[in-house]
């Protein structure tokens, strides 16, 4: 995953070098500043620029766990190689609070913790209108949604999903199930399925997805558990409550981090889930709970990383 921080940096612009690498530059003299480098999977890997050709502050960015196994030749590659940079950089930052105890553990470096997030302007500036039509596109407009919003990749069950929506809808007829979403299976869903409440929309464009998340009365993350997902930041929980929704939630270790009260934490079990369902239509939002998002705008976690850029010598 790239991360791309959208933002003013003191005059500094942006552009991206060799898939792995961002490069801040001044405009007029086009001198390198900094570096924020990272690893992409599949696997792209470049190390930095010489320093003796260039003076610049390295930042090294780790937004995912390098790799699960270290015991083929590639896996073990790319550990050695994240442990390498980590090490010479003059900054390390990483986007959950558990990459950042594993790269202490790992990588015997303190790191920054530089979460991802949202634009808080766009999700507090959005029009009923356009929320009103999506559900009226897909006849959502008196069902009780459950959604999940997001890239379905081999780490979501959407197999559980879609059981436990079949319970569900004996209990509470007006449920309708609707995954927003790309992914390399959604075809053969589309498919399986033979149920008008069970809806797939495809992959909706970034700047189109807004209103989507309005568009849910029940968020969910039904992720499975692995050390990858246990340290990743799921920035969909920060878009869900962004969206003050209710969410239920795979017990992943930074979810329960994280601790927002609006995210209820359950097994992949259908009698949790229901539980779960059963307490959330019982529960109001209340409004304190919006502050919670505010450190996750995308404003101030580029102040945040600015600041540290700043403050490194």
């Known amino acids: 995953m790239i991360r791309v921080f959208s933002g003013k940096c003191i005059h500094i612009k942006e552009i991206t070098f060799n898939k792995s690498h961002t490069i801040f530059y001044t405009p007029v003299k086009k001198k390198i500043l900094v570096v924020m480098q ?15 050709k260039h003076t610049y502050k390295h930042i090294f960015d780790v937004n995912d766990l ?6 083929s030749h590639l896996g073990r590659f790319i550990y050695e190689f994240a442990k390498h940079e980590a090490q010479k950089a003059d900054v390390v930052t990483a986007c959950s609070q558990g990459l950042v105890d594993y790269i202490q553990e790992h990588f015997n470096r303190e790191a920054f913790f530089i979460p991802n997030g949202t634009s808080l302007n766009e999700f507090r500036n959005i029009h009923c209108e356009e929320v009103r039509k999506i559900r009226q ?10 959604g999940y919003i997001g890239h379905v990749g081999h780490w979501i069950d ?25 992914g390399p299976k959604i ?9 008008e409440d069970v ?7 970034h700047q189109k997805i807004t209103p989507y998340f309005f568009s849910i009365d029940v968020a969910v993350l039904p992720s499975k558990k692995s050390l990858f997902q246990d340290l990743a930041f799921h920035t969909k929980l920060i878009e869900y409550s962004a969206a003050r929704k209710m969410v239920i939630s795979s017990p992943l270790e930074e979810v329960k981090r994280l601790g927002f009260p609006n995210i209820l934490i359950a097994d992949l079990s259908t009698d949790e889930w229901l539980e779960a369902i ?5 529960v109001r939002w209340k409004s304190e709970w919006d502050k919670l998002v505010e450190p996750y705008d995308w404003n101030n976690i580029v102040n945040k990383l ?8």
């Open 199 to 205: 809806i797939f929309t495809g992959g909706i464009p």
């Open 137 to 146: 596109k897909y006849n959502l407009s008196n069902k009780f949604v459950i």
């Open 38 to 52: 990272k690893i992409l999977i599949p696997v792209f890997i470049f190390f930095t620029p010489e320093r003796k």
């Open 278 to 282: 059963d307490k959330i239509r019982q």
């Open 306 to 313: 600015c600041n540290i850029i700043e403050s490194t010598r």
């Open 158 to 182: 959407i197999d559980f999903l879609i059981s436990f929506f079949k319970v569900l809808k004996t209990k509470y007829t007006d449920a309708a199930l609707m995954i927003v979403g790309s």
């Open 66 to 71: 390098p790799t699960e196994e270290t015991q």
């Open 187 to 195: 075809d053969y869903y589309k498919n399986e399925v033979r149920d």
